[in-house]
């Protein structure tokens, strides 16, 4: 079920180091619902979990027992198991495309409302908002409209290239609990579909390589080389902060905490922003 696009506002967030994947799951959402702290809470919980099977199953020593995360890197790129285990909060499913359940949506795409896509640790999200499909890849400066042809052509060119591909089904949040002007994480914008197309024109000659196939027009497919240059910006602060997180071996959040979290990290913010 399409919940409301917020009146009419779409939702993009703008790439960070290594953050995608909290880029990805906030505009499957449609607002700044998590943030990397909030995911690396959700890695370290299945983290411990996934040690205790381990454990229980006769495991005393091995790679798997050690220290190191299976679910997040310290410059913050997530498994899978963790956007899913994010999406579970707001009560939403992650599907291979290919599964048997997911068969109708291999048909016809344009019936369903979110698909995750996931290649070389780059994660991005393509989403029905108010009746309209969007790409909201981070490493776009706004989401880019898809026509209901070009989306099954589009994910059928993906899926071609070795893009893995994840359908998202469930109630998508309505809207989002904090407002436009509030929902500032310093990488996520409110933009009007006019402001996002607007957008998109005016730096199309400049994002897309005169290489690219016309079917396929993404800055992170075939140029991945500026993926991974902005890869490399993450500081060494972002590094600390989600190796503390890993540390914190308290239970992933649920959705009241979560929001509260939210509210809790905003007002932060709110106090230490410089304008």
């Known amino acids: 079920m399409e919940g409301a696009s917020n009146g009419g506002m779409l ?21 700044p619902f998590f943030s990397e702290f909030d995911l690396a ?30 679910n997040v890197s310290l410059d913050g790129d997530f498994s899978i198991q963790v956007l899913e285990k994010a999406l579970e909060v707001w009560d939403l499913q992650v599907i291979p495309l290919h599964s048997p359940v997911a068969e109708p949506a291999q048909i016809d795409p344009e019936l369903e409302n979110a698909f995750i896509c996931h290649l070389h640790n780059h994660w991005f999200c393509i989403r029905k908002v108010s009746g309209e499909w969007y790409n909201f890849d981070s490493l776009y400066a ?34 989002c609990p904090i407002s ?42 075939l140029s991945y080389g500026e993926a991974q240059m902005l890869s490399q910006m993450e500081d060494d602060d972002l590094k600390a902060a989600i190796a503390a997180s890993l540390m914190d071996s308290s239970p992933a ?8 979290s939210q509210d809790e990290n905003q007002s932060s913010k709110d106090k230490d922003k410089v304008v």
Request: glycine share 8%.
């Open 41 to 70: 809470a959700l890695a370290s919980d299945l983290d411990r979990k996934e040690r205790q099977v381990m454990i229980q199953g006769g495991a005393a020593s091995g790679d798997f027992l050690s220290e190191e995360s299976h």
């Open 142 to 175: 706004a989401p880019m409209h898809l026509s209901k042809f070009y989306l099954s052509a589009y994910l059928d060119t993906l899926e071609g290239s070795g893009w893995s591909i994840f359908l998202v089904r469930g109630n998508f949040p309505k809207e």
């Open 11 to 31: 939702y993009h967030e703008v790439q960070e180091s290594k953050l995608c994947a909290v880029h990805c799951v906030n505009t499957v959402l449609q607002g």
């Open 180 to 221: 436009a002007s509030e929902g500032s994480n310093g990488y996520g914008q409110w933009l009007s579909p006019d402001d996002a197309e607007r957008i998109t024109k005016s730096l199309s000659s400049t994002q897309v390589p005169s290489d690219r196939p016309s079917l396929n027009p993404r800055p992170s497919d």
């Open 253 to 260: 959040l649920s959705k009241p905490e979560a929001v509260a």
